[in-house]
């Protein structure tokens, strides 16, 4: 049986709306793929669990802002580099929530594709 080569993941620091039912809070994205992100634990978007479900709203060049449904698929660690204009390249692990789109509609997608291949030419 072949396995699907996991997509990959770009780093960004993108602020984004989450909607859910206990209401809408602000938190920063630190990674964006076609099928998931990584969103870093925020006042108001915290103690969540694995199987959690929300909505993610970003603005995005070129248009509308864009939004995806998605599920907590793991609680975890990422990177956010600290901006200083004393040093360079300096990094502090976060918080946060590993996350995954849930049926995407195709020009949703295809939004999606466009950006991240804006942060892979950068």
């Not at 206990?22 to 969103?39: H, K």
């Not at 915290?46 to 802002?65: H, K, N, S, Y």
């Not at 609680?75 to 996350?99: F, I, M, N, Q």
Request: glycine share 8%; net charge negative.
């Amino acid at each position: 049986m072949a396995t699907q080569p996991r997509p990959v993941r770009y780093r960004c620091e993108l602020y984004a709306n989450i909607a859910e039912a206990e209401g809408d809070s602000r938190a920063r994205v630190l990674e964006m793929s076609e099928s998931g992100a990584f969103i870093e634990e925020a006042e108001g978007f915290d103690d969540r669990q694995v199987g959690d479900e929300a909505t993610l709203t970003l603005a995005l060049p070129g248009g509308d802002p864009w939004s995806g449904r998605f599920r907590i698929s793991r609680l975890g660690t990422s990177r956010r580099e600290l901006k200083d204009p004393r040093v360079e390249h300096v990094t502090v692990a976060v918080r946060g929530y590993g996350v995954e789109f849930l049926e995407l509609h195709d020009d949703e997608l295809e939004r999606l594709r466009d950006f991240l291949e804006l942060l892979e030419l950068r």
